[in-house]
């Protein structure tokens, strides 16, 4: 329903932030990791927003980029993480090393992320490795010759990172950056991607 705010902040804390836009004051939920990336109180800014609705309540949370946002999203795919959940570890870890503890089966990683137990971070990776390495792109657009075919593991790494919130244009430059060889699988292929951009 809503994507963005653009508006002043009137209020930040580090739990919620007060955006007046158009005579509204809206309260954006935030975690405190987000605070010091988002913008200063009197700024005019754009925040990234999703809603969330359960039973009597609604609720916005806002984050620093598309990037927070869609990893806010993708993690509430996984059985029993609701949106607490999924913004203490938007705020706690950035979307690349998010993907790297993912794909790495990194629980250690994980598990520093506060209500995040081991067998919960086995959960998340268990249910999102799979959808990091199978999502499909839409390469209607795109005429670059190495991901023409929509089953490439080129293509398919780019659909991974898009996931997470980046750009078409900056996975595809990661790809070209990254060093990979025609031997390399999927995931080393996403993992040296990722290693090239900032995490």
Same mark, same amino acid.
Not at 114 to 119: A, D, Q, S, T, V
Not at 133 to 138: A, M, N
């Given at each position: 329903?809503?994507?963005?705010? @653009?508006?002043?902040?009137?209020?930040? &804390?580090?739990?919620?932030?007060?955006?007046?836009?158009?005579?509204?004051?809206?309260?954006?939920?935030?975690?405190?990791?987000?605070?010091?990336?988002?913008?200063?109180?009197? #700024?005019?800014?754009?925040?990234?927003? #999703?809603?969330?609705? @359960? +039973?009597?309540?609604?609720?916005?949370?806002?984050? =620093?980029?598309?990037?927070?946002?869609?990893?806010?999203?993708?993690?509430?795919?996984?059985?029993?993480?609701? =949106?607490?959940?999924?913004? &203490?570890?938007?705020?706690?870890?950035? =979307?690349?090393?998010?993907?790297?503890?993912?794909?790495? %089966?990194?629980?250690?990683?994980?598990?520093?992320?506060?209500?995040?137990?081991?067998?919960?971070?086995?959960?998340?990776?268990? #249910?999102?490795?799979?959808?990091?390495?199978?999502?499909?792109?839409?390469?209607?657009?795109?005429? %670059? #010759?190495?991901?023409?075919?929509? %089953?490439?593991? %080129?293509?398919?790494?780019?659909?991974?990172?898009?996931?997470?919130?980046?750009?078409? +244009? +900056?996975?595809?430059?990661?790809?070209?950056?990254?060093?990979?060889?025609?031997?390399?699988?999927?995931?080393?292929?996403?993992?040296?991607?990722?290693? &090239?951009?900032?995490?």
């Amino acid at each position: 329903m809503y994507s963005y705010i @653009r508006g002043q902040i009137i209020v930040k &804390t580090p739990d919620y932030l007060i955006v007046e836009a158009g005579g509204i004051g809206y309260e954006v939920q935030i975690h405190p990791g987000m605070v010091n990336a988002l913008p200063a109180v009197g #700024e005019t800014a754009k925040i990234p927003v #999703e809603l969330s609705v @359960r +039973e009597d309540q609604m609720t916005l949370f806002g984050f =620093p980029g598309e990037e927070e946002k869609n990893l806010f999203r993708l993690v509430q795919t996984v059985s029993g993480i609701g =949106p607490k959940v999924a913004i &203490t570890i938007t705020g706690s870890i950035s =979307p690349g090393a998010f993907a790297l503890a993912i794909l790495n %089966d990194d629980v250690n990683v994980l598990t520093t992320i506060k209500g995040i137990g081991k067998k919960g971070a086995q959960r998340l990776i268990l #249910e999102l490795k799979d959808k990091l390495r199978k999502l499909e792109l839409d390469l209607t657009s795109t005429s %670059d #010759e190495f991901l023409s075919a929509p %089953d490439s593991i %080129d293509a398919q790494a780019v659909s991974a990172l898009m996931v997470l919130g980046y750009r078409n +244009e +900056e996975a595809r430059q990661a790809l070209q950056n990254c060093g990979r060889t025609e031997d390399d699988s999927l995931e080393t292929v996403i993992l040296k991607a990722l290693k &090239t951009m900032k995490v």
